[in-house]
């Protein structure tokens, strides 16, 4: 099966392409983190596969609409 046929293939079943689920399992891990931690989000970042602080920003923004940062401050658990 070639990349394009499987991506085909998974959209239909999965109502989602795969880059969409990866970003989706990225996001769930980094929110979990953000949420019952206090490690940075550049170590969560890239722990959760984003290569980078900005662009884990970028997803939350897209997904979210707000910042880790803000998540974090509205999200985490109290110690």
Known sequence: MS??????VYLTKV???PARM??????EAAR???EETDVSAKRIARDCGF???ERMRRS?????GVTPSDYRS???AVA
């Open 15 to 17: 109502s989602r392409t």
């Open 60 to 64: 939350f923004i897209r997904q979210l």
């Open 3 to 8: 990349p394009r046929h499987f991506a085909r």
């Open 22 to 27: 990866v970003e989706e399992m990225r996001m």
């Open 51 to 53: 290569g980078d602080e």
């Open 74 to 76: 509205r999200f985490a």
């Open 32 to 34: 979990r983190s953000l």
